[in-house]
Every structure is written in C-alpha cells, then in structure tokens.
C-alpha cells in the first residue's frame, strides 16, 4: 500500500524520525543519567511506546484512564496517571491494579489524598507541585504540602510537576532557566517532604522542552515527555526540535482551488488537524498547520492553512497557488500541535522516509 | 443509571431540548413550505438523524463518506455528501450506491465534473456555488459554472450552496441579509443552468442561522442545517436560538481548585472540549466553554473555560469560587461550537431534563 492509495484525511507517521527523536531525547537525558517515563498521551499507541521505552526502565505516563487501561492490556505494568484524581475514579484504578497493573495517581487535595488512603485498595500517590505553570499542584514551599503528606500517609511515594509554562519560552535560554527553576522546586518539595519524616523516593519532572534543555537534573528520579516523539510546528518554534524532525503528519486531498487569491481547499480542516492555534504567539504564525508535499517536503513555501473548517482547511499560498496541485492531489499538513491533532484520528499509516506504508498503528482515544 | 455515575468527561445529550430545537426549525421551515435535509455532521447519531427527520422527505446531508456508509448502513439512503468529491474518492461512492444508497456529490471543479461523468457508475452530482462565503464553489455569474455543467452531462442534478458567511453575522438584521443572497444567488445559479437547458431541479442552500432566519425561500428546493439540533454558545450569541436551547454539553469532574486565584480545574480539556474558540469574536468571550452546574443551570455564573490542555480546563470565575464545589464534583460546560466539542467523544448519554440516562447513542467519527 501506498500514500497515494490511503483515503483522507489520514495521519502519517514517519517511524524513521520518530526514531530519531527518541534516540535523540534519550541521548539528552543519559547525559544525566536520568531514566525517561515516556507520557504516551500523544501516541497513544503501543507499538510506540515499545519503541519509546528502548534503553528505559519500562515506566510509563498517561493521560486518561482508558490510556491505562490500553496500556495494560497490553502489558505495560508501571503506569503514571499524570492528571488530579477524583475519589469516584479510585474503584477504577483499584481493579485495574489488582488486575496487575500498578498505576499511580496524583493530588494536591487534601480530601482527596484521604480519600486515596481511606480506599481498601487505594493506589499509590504523588504530590503534584506547582513550579511555576500554575496549573495543578501546591508550592514547594507551601504548608499544605506536608498537610497533603500527612493525609496520604502510607500511600505516599513521591513528587511530580510539570513545567508546562516551558512552551511560554522562546529561546534556549529560557529553557534552560525555566527547567532549573522545575528541578529544584521539585527536588525542594522532596527534602521538605523527607525532613518531615515522609517517603519521597520518586521526584517526577518534565515536558518536552524542559527535558531537552536541563543543565541539571539533579535530585530528580526520572523524566516525563511526550510531544518529542512527534514533534509539531510548535516544538520547532521553541527549538525543542527542528522542523525537519516533525514525525507526524496530516494526509490530505486538494478539494478546491481559487488561484486568483492564492488559496487552495484542502480535505483537511478542524477536525483532522484541530482547531488547535499554538503558533499564534510564536515567531511564526501557522495557523492550523503548513502544507507540505505529498512526500513531507516544504516544496510550497509558506503554505498555510488560515481557516479551518469542520471538514475543509483553507491553504493560503505566498506565492502563485501551483499548477502541479489539481483537485485530488495528495498533500501533507505538518501539525502545530500534535497531540491535539492526532486525536481525532483512529490509527496511523506508518512510512520510513517514502511514500510506502509499512504499517497500521492504532490509537487509543476518547476517555 | 445516573449522570452522577459517569466516567468524566462525557457529553451529555438532553433530548427534550434537542426535540425543542427540531420542531422548530421545522416550523421555521414550514412556514416557506421548504423540506429541511438535516446535516448529520454534528450529531453524527442514526438517532438524532431519525427524530431530525420527522415530517420530512428522508434525505440527510454528511460531512465524510464515514457519515455516507453509516447512515446508509442504517437505512438512509438519500444522501449529499457537502464536501467537494474527487475523482479518487468516486468508487467508494459508487459501491454505496451500488450497495442500495442515492449518495449526491458537489463539485466546482472541471476536471473533476469531468471525471464523474466518465466514471462507469458516476453518481449524481450538484455543483456547488460561491454565494459569499468564499470557500468552495464558482460565483452564480461565473461562465465555469455553464462550463462544468457541460462536463457532467447527465449527472448534474442541480445545485448547493453553503452562507458559512451568516457565522460573521451579529444581528437578526444581518442573517435575514445573508440569507437573502444566500437564495438570490443559488437560484440565479439555477436559472442560468435551466437556461441553458441543463437539469437543475435541486436548489439547495443552508446553514443553521440562514436556514433560522431567511424572510423567503422562493425557487429554493431544500435546506440544510445541522448545528441547530444542538445549539452552542456561538449559535446563541449569534442568535440562532437562546443560550438555555443548548442540548449538548460536556460533563466533567472538578480535578482542583484554587480559590486565591478564582480558579478552578476540571477534567474537560481541549480534547474533550475542543480547541475552538468561535466566540473569541462574539460580544461574549466564553473562552473554551461556560461552566454550568450539574443538571445543566447557570448558577455560577461567568464560570469561564479560560485555558484548555490536552486533559485540563481552567474555570475562571467572576465571583469566590463556590465552596459546594470540591474536588470530585460533577458540572456540566456548555461548548462554544457543538461540531468540534462531539467530535472527541464516541457516544452521547442521553438524559431528558433530569439527570437520568435514558439511553446511550453512539457516534461515527473519523472518515
């Protein structure tokens, strides 16, 4: 099978870059000896993840239940549900840990954390620290931590942040900086925890920019990323990664052609691509995503799509709309941000570098 | 089963008010004597499809050939598929009609009005018309369109047009106005085929608030529409129907709070909720969504879905963030644009006003 014979839209994968850039994100945190927990809420897909966890300890992140669940069914033991709990979703991490699994939650509630030590099966929980996204999560320095702790007594196993403020950077060295002030305001909530008596043996950080920019890590016991397998136009704009490294890409069909205002209608609109508009802030504005020919390359210029509809996006090109792209030519979007993007999507086609697929991934979405 | 008792997020379908939004678009119909043909791209349910159809002629209107072989697989078999066909996608057409199914296409292209017409089962085929919107079709005046009509010979059955533009409108003034160009130039498009002596017994035109609020529909064969079964806060701002006529909404758990800072999370995020920010330009800025109380009311307020990540909302309010909301309450976020918000979603639970789920309806998503 071939791209030109797939129907659209459709996600392509480039598994040859994708293994680039996970050997390239292991190759950053190896330098500190730290192991990666890769947060598959991107991927969601298990021929991924085996590839993601090469060289690793074989933890995971997820996203959703149903991601921990897909996971361990397909025997992915070591799981990190990296989003607040609830009370009432405890029963379900409960069965799936007397199934085999071993997922861990997260809470900066104190009814909550009660709530997880007072379940008969209750998981074990991670303190999730603000250091600086302002998100979820407590201080490091604040008192409700150890109030927290406390309550979560024996069900306690560590700390974790995310410094998602990262993707707010535009420069390395804001990076830099941003993954330090992470590092140490998780490794400050761990000692605090300690000196009270507590057990923190795991000190969770990460998000892709800051995993691949820390001069230190210091303290921390492993890294959470996700993104960096894929990559996305966003990633690039904050030099988590080089344009040319965006393994994930939006099949698409010419729908329509306006060449007297330079616009090309594409197959491919606010549900295949998202209405996810990232760039917005970034030096460069994408709008929802950059054509590319049918083989990934940036033969276009500056192609861009500027409106999305539900199922249409419009390509508004700098230069004249080129005579080689008639309605039903096959093009490719690369994405601005490619967790979004991917979701609405089932499955992957699978390339390495040409226009061959090589193999159907499937997707384990929705809740 | 109660809405309490659901896996957070959901989407959460009350039938009453859809029922409500059904007969009266009906009515709004009926006083112009004009057939509606619903527009399944947002409901994506054979259910909602078979109430959408009460008291008319039994076509429906899909956005993907996913929506095409789902419906006719359910029985409804006349069908436009409202996105412009090409040549490559022609055989899965023709084996729905070969199947039993009546599946319309559009074009505005030549070469593939061409290719319809050359296709040993082609189907039939509209031409789609630029009545301002200024996305697809070929201007009422242009000389392609006489063009094109030449090319599918026997397969042109009429024409469709789309006032995607009535979105930009903000007042009843401005969509009567709109729909009026909307009518003038699908039926000058008509005329000019008759004239010529082609077949052009379907005027079709359509969108949710021209549908709503057009003062004639003379020479008008059919309309369509689809958001209005559901309604969102842009349809209301727009004043396609009130805010309390919205059907569809997105349940979710409270995650966190932070009170110091009028905020509160929920699991509802940019995947659940959608990326969309169609009221970014409306006289009400909902952000990612209004938050609503569990059964569907309005009792905080301004409670604002201010910042979506993949898994989180961030709820702004304009007041102390309530006491009666902990960590693990259930509330319900009515979306900005029902099309995208469904899309993430595999499945509605039904209720009909109270908080009972009365019945599970699946969706088919993808393409």
């Not at 945190?29 to 021929?47: C, F, Q, Y």
């Not at 104190?110 to 099966?121: G, K, L, N, Q, W």
């Not at 967790?339 to 390495?352: G, I, K, N, P, S």
Request: aromatic residues 4%.
């Amino acid at each position: 099978m071939r791209l030109d014979d797939l129907p659209t839209p459709c996600l392509v994968l480039d598994r040859a870059i994708m293994q680039r850039n996970i050997a390239s994100m292991a190759a950053a945190l190896s330098r500190h000896g730290v192991p990666l927990r890769p947060h598959m809420k991107t991927a969601k897909s298990i021929e991924v993840a085996r590839l993601a966890l090469a060289g690793q300890p074989g933890g995971i992140t997820v996203s959703t239940l149903a991601e921990a669940e897909y996971f361990a069914g397909h025997g992915i033991t070591d799981i990190l549900y990296a989003v607040g709990i609830t009370a009432r979703k405890l029963d379900q991490v409960a069965k799936l840990n007397a199934n085999g699994a071993a997922v861990t939650v997260i809470t900066d509630d104190p009814d909550t954390a009660r709530a997880i030590a007072a379940h008969p099966a209750g998981p074990r929980a991670l303190i999730e620290i603000d250091t600086g996204e302002e998100r979820g999560g407590v201080r490091p320095e604040d008192p409700a931590l150890l109030a927290i702790a406390d309550r979560l007594g024996g069900r306690l196993a560590g700390v974790m942040t995310h410094a998602g403020h990262s993707y707010g950077g535009r420069s390395v060295e804001d990076m830099v900086r941003i993954a330090e002030a992470e590092r140490a305001g998780i490794v400050r909530a761990a000692e605090r925890l300690r000196a009270a008596g507590h057990a923190a043996s795991i000190v969770s950080m990460g998000s892709s920019p800051t995993a691949r920019h820390a001069a230190s890590l210091s303290g921390v016991s492993e890294v959470r990323a996700g993104v960096y397998m894929f990559g996305d136009l966003f990633q690039a704009e904050i030099h988590t990664h080089a344009v040319g490294d965006i393994a994930l890409t939006v099949l698409a069909s010419v729908i329509g052609r306006r060449p007297a205002r330079n616009r090309l209608l594409i197959d491919a609109g606010g549900l295949a691509l998202s209405k996810d508009r990232s760039t917005e802030a970034a030096p460069l504005d994408y709008g929802f995503g950059l054509m590319l020919d049918a083989r990934g390359r940036p033969t276009y210029g500056q192609a861009i799509v500027r409106h999305a509809y539900q199922e249409h996006g419009v390509v508004e090109t700098d230069a004249a709309v080129p005579a080689d792209l008639p309605v039903g030519t096959k093009v490719r979007v690369a994405p601005n941000h490619t967790c979004m993007t991917a979701a609405a999507h089932d499955r992957y086609y699978v390339v390495e570098g040409g226009d061959e697929v090589v193999a159907i991934w499937t997707r384990v979405n929705g809740w």
